[in-house]
């Protein structure tokens, strides 16, 4: 593939793709990483014009390494206060609403989707205090983020880029805290199920009493287990949905709602959107175009 003016070089296995007037560019992580990390890739902009989108729950914590131009303002649709905020590489936590970014152009940056006990393991925090926020790297990493953003921008190799962050991202997981294994297994349970389980029957399964599981699970996935129930069953409907041909009403039966009110008030509350706006878009990673 040809190198594309600005974007650097790109080195073996990588692949880079034109997105939306973006190149994205990706190559497959170390298995090592693939419990952990969802998803990853990086991108830069062939044209610095400025976009807005929002972005609609999945289940993942998200991490944002800007090696250009950061976004202008990253805040939760129907905060009270409007007031925008310059955000670098940022951390973003499981949410159980939409968030609205602006941004002004001229991004080039790396994006990590983390599973949510990957993401307990590599922030090490109780991932119920970042639910629902967005904080600075450096508040979630310490002064080692600073110095791995420094050296990401400094390496115009896409390839050279992606060693760097399996690098650190290896070694933050290596030394982090290990997750429950009933929590495990309740995510487990949850994300096999697309979110159609009962919290009893979770419980029972891993032998813990519903007030326990939901401690110990909030505490290390950042949402209950009946809210990931919701996130995850109104994220299965939103892919469903993007697919050619999609049927509402097969949708609405196959993620289990009682039926399609049930599947508009979902979606009226997860993503502030319906789900004929959904499937009309084209989704990039849990985010809409505005």
Known sequence: M?????????????????????????????????????????????AASPYRVRLVPTGRAVVVINLGEPFAQVRRVGDADQHSQVTGSLVAGLEDGPRVCDHPGGQEAIRLELTPLGAFRMFAVPMNELTNRVVELSDVLGPDA?????????????????????????????????????????????????????????????????????????EQVGLTPKMSARVLRFHRAMRLLTREGANLTEVTEVCGFYDQAHLNREFRALAGTTPGQIAAARLAEGALPL
Do not use: C, K, N
């Open 2 to 46: 040809p190198v594309v003016a600005g974007a650097g070089t790109t080195g073996p296995g990588v692949e880079m793709t034109r997105l939306r007037g973006r190149w994205r560019v990706t190559r497959p992580w170390p298995p090592r990483l693939r419990p952990f990390v969802h998803s990853y890739a990086g991108y830069w902009d062939a």
């Open 146 to 218: 600073g110095l791995l953003v420094e050296q990401l921008a400094a390496t115009g190799d896409w390839g050279a880029r992606f060693d760097l962050l399996d690098f650190a991202l290896s070694a933050r997981l290596e030394h982090g805290p290990d997750p429950a294994p009933e929590v495990r297994h309740a995510w487990r349970l949850l994300s096999l199920a697309g979110g159609a389980i009962p919290v009893g029957r979770i419980s029972a399964e891993v032998g813990w009493s519903q007030g326990y599981l939901i401690r110990r699970f909030t």
